[in-house]
């Protein structure tokens, strides 16, 4: 399989085990996913894009697309911040 693909099958197991049992508390009490970010992170999710040599994922702009696409279908709002393609994000996480 394609690494593009393979990216795209681990977001969507991502999606399903941590934002869409998430989605509607999120959405309905308007809080800051910390522990959601932090979990994109571990998934490869924060810094897609940024090269491998900064500690990013080191892919392309599809694979980028394709992340967002999965994680949007699970929650629209989170899918900014849990797919951030430069690394950084308002997440205050230690």
Not at 62 to 88: H, K, M, N, P, Q
Request: charge should be negative; charged fraction near 20%.
């Amino acid at each position: 399989m394609n690494p593009t693909y393979r990216l795209q099958a681990a977001v969507e197991q991502f999606v399903r085990t941590d934002v869409e049992p998430a989605a509607s508390r999120i959405d309905e009490s308007g809080e800051f996913p910390v522990t959601l970010l932090k979990h994109a992170g571990e998934h490869g999710l924060m810094g897609v894009t940024v090269p491998q040599a900064w500690g990013g994922g080191g892919r392309d702009y599809l694979s980028y697309a394709l992340a967002v696409e999965a994680v949007s279908r699970g929650s629209a709002s989170s899918a900014s911040g849990a797919t951030d393609s430069r690394g950084e994000s308002s997440c205050p996480c230690p």
